[in-house]
């Protein structure tokens, strides 16, 4: 079956409900520190901001926000539930931001990715990100280590025009 990307509707209200709720239950089951639907509210309450629900059947099984500002943008995160990885959501939910970000103005876009994340990085090589940067000691797990972030990031000069030849 495959995905479908919806963005997400505007944030109302502050209570957790909708897909504000939705978008903090996948972060919890993806991340170690996840985030609130009240830190989703904010972000998507930001001039600039995108966001993404990737579903399998009627059920939402990944997260992509990202914000633009001027000519730049950054995927501030991706994620996709543990049982449905490396079946193409990620893949499809960065796909349709990388179009979604370039319509709205965005030349190149950013993002950080832990160096230990292999899969996650794969899938960026893949979609054209390039490495540009590190931050040592970017992330904190769980018992306090520190993993650095890779910054990577992608030219979005033609993708819209790519994807319409097609």
């Not at 209200?13 to 709720?21: A, F, M, T, V, Y």
């Not at 901001?49 to 992509?64: I, R």
């Amino acid at each position: 079956m495959s995905p479908d990307i919806r963005r997400v509707a505007a944030p109302i209200g502050d209570d957790g409900s909708g897909d504000l709720g939705i978008l903090s239950s996948l972060h919890a089951a993806c991340f170690a520190q996840a985030w609130s639907p009240e830190a989703f509210r904010v972000l998507l309450a930001m001039p600039g901001s995108l966001g993404l629900l990737g579903f399998v059947g009627d059920t939402p099984q990944g997260l992509l926000i990202a914000r633009r500002v001027a000519e730049e943008a950054e995927i501030l995160s991706l994620c996709v539930v543990p049982p449905m990885r490396r079946h193409g959501l990620a893949s499809a939910l960065l796909a349709v931001g990388i179009e979604c970000l370039e319509r709205a103005g965005a030349a190149k876009v950013f993002l950080e990715v832990a160096e230990t994340n292999m899969a996650a990085q794969e899938v960026y090589r893949v979609s054209g990100f390039s490495l540009v940067g590190r931050r040592p000691d970017y992330y904190l797990l769980p018992g306090g280590c520190g993993v650095a972030a890779l910054v990577l990031v992608r030219s979005l000069a033609g993708v819209v025009a790519a994807r319409s030849d097609t």
